[in-house]
């Protein structure tokens, strides 16, 4: 494998929010956190190893809450991955790291700025206290005021920043708010998320208990009210949820993000991280999401049989996958990259001329630009129902 992107999972959380169904864990000590930096380096040596010391298009640490982990764990990372990939030069290279607003101190700042890492991307979600409580987040809205501060003030690299708009108590004023507030930073990217309230969580027994009042019109209304809020300031929205400043566009854009949505090559460190790897016969692994399994195998060599599940893929099931994550992108499909990965035409197996993507087209809901087949801003919000269809 020449080149690949690498993702870490960091699985501690100090609580949980209510919103939240990702893997992760709330049982967090310093020993614990020791023991997985330990286990993590281990698996990132074999990966490396495995795949021949590939170029690292990206690195993403992500959870969870990476910045749970104290310097040292996150130095030793850094020394695992520098010493066992071949890191391009900065001006192609991304690493990015996820931040909670509670954890951010000049330190760690200090920290990233001159580390390997070129971007961190908080989670913000909201700036209004009612809200925040609501979430059960951790930080209330000095905490998050404050963590913008530092950032402004000690780290010179790229900033993401995440917002969530109509989630219960959430209004017109008080999104209007949260994203002035963001923008104040004037942040390479925002992601702007649309409540997806997921089954097995807090927040869904809530609203089926009706102990919380949900509106999912009001929650829809407001996300259009955001999505238009950030176009008129200076935000480009190339994905279904993701903006990105166009001043500087394409440079701004959350590049390990896209090697998802590409299908590009990634590899998976950690308990409950993903891997897919496209090269030969395609094969996506998952790693337990048991903790004290993943350190016992990696750190003391209990247990036989590596703990990761390996499912082969068939080209049908990665062509859809194509079609359903390129279909997110405001750029949509490029045919002749399609028919060159695929060996077909998109326009026939999308229905451009009397079929699906046609129909799509007459309403107003799908364009073509050259070579790109996309849906329009209007025919993203319906992106389920088109892949539906198709």
Sequence with gaps: MESASLYIHIPFCKKKCVYCDFFSKTCVTDQILQQYTKALCKEIEFLSKKYEHPFLNTLYIGGGTPSLLPVNCLKEIESQVRANFKIPASSVFEATVELNPCDITQGLLQYLEESIFTRISVGIQSTDDSVLKNMNRRADAATVKNALGLIKENFHKRVSLDAIAGFPGDTKESLFHTLESLAELNPDHISLYSLCVE?????????????VEY??????????????????????????SNFARLSDFPDSCARHNLVYWHLKNYLGAGAGACATVFDGHPERFTNTQDIQKYIDYWLFQKGS??????????????EFEYLMMNFRLSQGINSIEYRQRFGIDLEERIGATDGVFRHWMDKGLAAVKGNNYFLTEEGLLFLNQFLAEL
């Design 215 to 240: 509106d999912f019109d009001t929650a829809d209304e407001l996300w259009l009210f955001g999505r238009n809020w950030l176009k008129e300031h200076g935000y480009l929205q190339y994905e279904v």
């Design 305 to 318: 049989d590596m703990p990761v599940h390996v499912e082969e893929l068939d080209e049908k099931t990665i």
């Design 199 to 211: 089954e097995e969580t807090p927040l869904y027994k809530m609203i089926e208990d009706s102990k």
